[in-house]
């Protein structure tokens, strides 16, 4: 989720994290740009400065991130800078959960992916695509190897990884199957790649270890439903792999 919120201080990124609040203090009420965006998207009109802007994209995240997005590739630092600000709280987060990497390196690796986001391929869920992508940007440039735990060998959810590997032959499907499914479900929330009620499921099977028809009474679905939305979450998880390997 996109926050407009000043991104809480933690001691390795309290310098980064405060210059950048202190700039966008002063960059806020700023008006130029932001006539010249409403009179080219209806959807900015009822905004008069920057902190209009950011505040919308809390209430229709992808139409305003795609609006800044785009103008930030056709040149415009103001609308980077707004699109940074908007991701500030997710990369201090992220950042917290690496000892090897700070706020800066995310920082830095925003600004490369806003500049290279494919939008005409991506054009929904926006702001997670783009901490995702961030995040893969970070471990490559680390060159440091994850830690991860070894999964007990019967487990329910590295047989689920392996199956899912054989039918779609995705690369990086195995990392997922080396991590607990807690930190699996934890790191996929964080970034982006299930839901709140998708996790719910996933965590009833892989943690409590449920049958099908057990977690659809848990979660009021049909059995079938359970099936299908934790083979839909698997998929995803398997793309990903490698982001989830390095976040666990």
């Known amino acids: 989720m996109v926050s407009t919120a000043k991104a809480r201080r933690a001691p390795r990124c309290d310098r980064v994290v405060a210059d950048l609040n202190a700039e966008w203090d002063l960059l806020r009420d700023g008006r130029d740009e932001v006539s010249e965006w409403t009179g080219r998207n209806s959807g900015l009109v009822a905004c008069r400065h920057l902190g209009d802007v950011l505040d919308l994209i809390a209430a229709d995240p992808d139409a305003v991130l795609g609006f800044l997005v785009a103008e930030a590739q056709r040149g415009s630092g103001t609308a980077a800078r707004v699109v ?5 709280g997710k990369l201090v987060l992220m950042a917290r959960r690496q000892p090897w990497a700070g706020v800066g390196d995310y920082v830095s690796a925003m600004w490369d992916c806003i500049a290279s986001f494919p939008l005409d391929r991506r054009p929904a869920r926006i702001a997670a695509n783009l901490a995702l992508d961030t995040h893969k940007m970070v471990v490559r ?14 487990g329910r959810f ?17 990392d997922i199957a080396l ?8 790191s996929a929330e964080e970034l982006g790649l299930v839901d709140q009620k998708t996790s719910a499921i996933l965590r009833s099977v892989y943690e409590d270890g449920l049958s099908p028809q057990e977690v659809a009474r848990r979660h009021a679905m049909s059995p079938s439903g359970v099936r299908q939305r934790c083979s839909r979450a698997m998929r995803e998880l398997a793309n990903h792999a490698e982001a989830l390997a390095a976040a666990g």
């Open 158 to 174: 590295e047989a689920a990884i392996d199956r899912q590997a054989q039918r779609d032959a995705l690369d990086h499907s195995r």
């Open 84 to 88: 940074l600000q908007a991701m500030l």
């Open 179 to 186: 991590l607990t499914a807690r930190g699996v479900l934890a």
């Open 141 to 154: 440039e680390s060159r440091i190897a994850a830690q991860v735990v070894l999964w007990p060998h019967e």
